[in-house]
C-alpha cells in the first residue's frame, strides 16, 4: 500500500487564512499601541521627575561637575521607564483603550 495514497490531504480554506492573518495583525497592532502608551507615560514620568530634581543642589563634596547633569537626565529617564513598566501612573491605559478606540472608529 502506498503511504502517499492513504495520508489525508488538506486543503486550505482562504477565509480561516484571512481571518488567521486579521487576528494575527490586530494582537500585533495592539502590542505596537501598548508600546507607544507606555512610552508616552514614561515620556511624561520623565518630564515630572525632571521638574522634581530641578530643584536638588548638587551635593557640594561628591557631585556637580558637567557629568552630573548628563547622568541625572538618564537617571530621570530610567525612573519614568521604571514607573511606566509598573503602570504605576495609568496613564498608558487610557491612552491605549483611546487609540484601540479611535482606530476602531476608522
Same mark, same amino acid.
Given at each position: 500500500?502506498n @503511504?502517499?495514497?492513504? *495520508?489525508?490531504?488538506?486543503? +486550505?480554506?482562504?477565509?480561516?487564512?484571512?481571518? =488567521?492573518? &486579521?487576528a494575527?495583525?490586530?494582537? @500585533?497592532?495592539?502590542? *505596537?499601541?501598548?508600546?507607544? +502608551?507606555?512610552?508616552?507615560?514614561?515620556?511624561? =514620568?520623565? &518630564?515630572?521627575?525632571?521638574?522634581?530634581?530641578?530643584?536638588?543642589?548638587?551635593?557640594?563634596?561628591?557631585?556637580?561637575g558637567?557629568?552630573?547633569?548628563?547622568?541625572?537626565?538618564?537617571?530621570?529617564?530610567?525612573?519614568?521607564?521604571?514607573?511606566?513598566?509598573?503602570?504605576?501612573?495609568?496613564?498608558?491605559?487610557?491612552?491605549?483603550?483611546?487609540?484601540?478606540?479611535?482606530?476602531?472608529q476608522?
Open positions: 500500500m @503511504a502517499a495514497a492513504t *495520508a489525508p490531504t488538506y486543503t +486550505a480554506d482562504p477565509r480561516a487564512i484571512a481571518q =488567521a492573518r &486579521a494575527a495583525a490586530k494582537q @500585533a497592532n495592539e502590542a *505596537a499601541i501598548g508600546k507607544v +502608551a507606555e512610552d508616552f507615560e514614561a515620556f511624561f =514620568a520623565s &518630564a515630572y521627575f525632571e521638574q522634581m530634581f530641578s530643584s536638588i543642589k548638587p551635593d557640594p563634596v561628591t557631585g556637580g558637567e557629568g552630573e547633569s548628563m547622568f541625572r537626565s538618564l537617571m530621570i529617564q530610567e525612573y519614568g521607564k521604571a514607573v511606566a513598566r509598573q503602570h504605576s501612573l495609568g496613564i498608558a491605559d487610557v491612552v491605549k483603550r483611546q487609540l484601540l478606540q479611535l482606530q476602531e476608522q
